[in-house]
C-alpha cells in the first residue's frame, strides 16, 4: 500500500459496516445475496436491524440443475418462492421483485429507475450489492447490476436527480461490494456461516440435494469465511469491497 493511500485511509476512514441502521441488499437473481453476504444479512438480522432484499431479475434461465421439464415461465415462480423462504432463514422478511428478465434483456435505463424507486422508498443507510469490477466477472447481470447499484448509490441524497427517476431520495452512506477480490471491510460472522448454507441449500431449483455444485460453493464458504476471519483474528468473517459516501467519486487512491 503505498504512502499516499495509508495517509488517506488514516485521515478518512471507512465505517464499520455494523454501525448503521437501515441496509438494503440488491441481488442479481434468488441466491445471490445468500452466496455473496448471507452470514452477514443473518448477523445484521439478529442484531435487529431493519433490512430489506431487492432482487432485480427473475432467474427464468438458471434452469441447469432444476427439475427435468422445466419450463422458464415456471422456474420463475419457483426461483420467489424459494428467494422468500431462503430470506426467512437468514431473518428477514421483506424481499422485493423488479422481475426483469434474465440474460440481460433488459434495457438499462428502465431497470436503473426501478432500483431507483425501491431505493427512495426504503432509504437504506447502506447498499450491499455484487461487485462488477472483479476482473473475471463475466455473467452480463452481475455487471449490470453492480454498476447500476454504484450508480445510484451516488445520485441517491441528491433530490432533482432522484425526482428525475420518479424516485424520492435516499441517505446512502456506502455501498458494501459483495462477491469482491479486493475486500476492504471485513465482519465477524461467528455462529452465522450455518444459517447462510441453509438459506442457499433452501434454493433447491438451483442447489438439489447432493449435486456438486452445492459442495463446491459450500466448501468455498468455508474457507473464505476461515482465511477472511484470520485476517481479523477471528474465527470467521465476510469481506466487503466498501465505498463510502466521500469516496464515491474523485478519491482514485481508496479503489
Known amino acids: 500500500m503505498s504512502m499516499l493511500r495509508l495517509v488517506l485511509k488514516a485521515a478518512v476512514p471507512l465505517p464499520k459496516l455494523e454501525s448503521f441502521s437501515r441496509y438494503l441488499f440488491i441481488g442479481p437473481h434468488p441466491d445471490d445475496i445468500e452466496i455473496g453476504a448471507g452470514a452477514t444479512v443473518s448477523k445484521l438480522a439478529a442484531m435487529g436491524k431493519e433490512i430489506s432484499f431487492l432482487i432485480c431479475l427473475d432467474g427464468r434461465y438458471g434452469l441447469g440443475n432444476a427439475p427435468k421439464g422445466t419450463t422458464p415461465e415456471e422456474l420463475v415462480k419457483i426461483r420467489k418462492e424459494e428467494a422468500i423462504a431462503s430470506a426467512k432463514v437468514l431473518g428477514v422478511d421483506d424481499v422485493h421483485f423488479l422481475d426483469f428478465c434474465d440474460g440481460g434483456f433488459y ?4 431497470l436503473r429507475t426501478a432500483m431507483a424507486v425501491r431505493v427512495g422508498v426504503f432509504k437504506p443507510d447502506v447498499i450491499f450489492a455484487v461487485d462488477p469490477d472483479v476482473p473475471n466477472e463475466c455473467h452480463i447481470d452481475h455487471l449490470n447490476i453492480g454498476r447500476e447499484c454504484k450508480i445510484i448509490a451516488k445520485l441517491a441524497p441528491f433530490k432533482e436527480i432522484m425526482e428525475r427517476y420518479g424516485a424520492q431520495t435516499a441517505p446512502v452512506k456506502a455501498i458494501a461490494l459483495y462477491m469482491t477480490a479486493k475486500p476492504n471491510r471485513y465482519v465477524a460472522t461467528k455462529g452465522h456461516l450455518k444459517k447462510q448454507i441453509e438459506a442457499m441449500k433452501t434454493n433447491k431449483s438451483q442447489f438439489p440435494e447432493g449435486c456438486s455444485d452445492l459442495a463446491a460453493v459450500s466448501k468455498y464458504l468455508k474457507l473464505r469465511s476461515l482465511f477472511f476471519g484470520l485476517r481479523r483474528c477471528r ?3 465476510e469481506g466487503f ?9 474523485c478519491f482514485p487512491e481508496e479503489g
Do not use: P
Open 235 to 237: 474465527t470467521s468473517a
Open 107 to 110: 434495457d438499462i435505463q428502465q
Open 241 to 249: 469491497r466498501v465505498i463510502d459516501a466521500l469516496h464515491m467519486h
